[in-house]
């Protein structure tokens, strides 16, 4: 079996997921039921940031990567895949809590304009 393939296939599930946490609130204006499971991702993620506990997709890409016969990165899946591309080095604990805050800004931002466009139609 090549567990190179199927790390990569969690590698993009992974980044999925992440772009779902961040942004998948915006999709809530078209599709309502999404909040039930963008809501939990959304709070998976902040817990993931601020308590620094690690998914269970980035153990699991490591288990694959192992079983390659490759050498697994050590950092978080975010310092790893994304974070390296912006700047490289160690995140530290103020980064993770800005990360966290990113997360809850963007999905406070977007519910706020859910909930004022769909109180807005009520009242008409």
Same mark, same amino acid.
């Given at each position: 079996?090549?567990?190179?393939?199927?790390?990569?296939?969690?590698?993009?599930? &992974?980044? +999925?997921?992440?772009?779902?946490?961040?942004?998948?609130?915006?999709?809530?204006?078209?599709?309502? !039921?999404?909040?039930?499971?963008?809501?939990?991702?959304a709070i998976?993620?902040?817990?993931?940031?601020?308590?620094?506990?690690?998914?269970?997709?980035?153990?699991?890409?490591?288990?694959?990567?192992?079983?390659?016969?490759?050498?697994?990165? !050590?950092?978080?899946? #975010?310092? &790893? &895949?994304?974070?390296?591309?912006?700047?490289?080095?160690? +995140?530290?604990?103020?980064?993770?809590?800005?990360?966290?805050? #990113?997360?809850?800004?963007?999905?406070?931002?977007?519910?706020?304009?859910?909930?004022?466009?769909?109180? !807005? !139609?009520?009242?008409?």
């Open positions: 079996m090549n567990y190179a393939i199927l790390a990569e296939f969690v590698v993009i599930l &992974h980044f +999925l997921f992440v772009l779902f946490a961040l942004f998948g609130a915006l999709f809530s204006f078209r599709w309502k !039921k999404l909040l039930w499971i963008q809501i939990p991702a998976w993620a902040m817990a993931v940031e601020f308590g620094n506990i690690a998914c269970p997709l980035t153990p699991l890409e490591k288990w694959l990567i192992e079983r390659q016969g490759m050498t697994a990165y !050590k950092e978080s899946f #975010v310092e &790893h &895949h994304i974070l390296s591309l912006l700047y490289p080095g160690e +995140l530290g604990a103020n980064a993770r809590i800005a990360l966290g805050l #990113v997360v809850l800004f963007c999905n406070l931002s977007a519910y706020a304009l859910l909930f004022r466009r769909t109180l !807005k !139609k009520h009242l008409e």
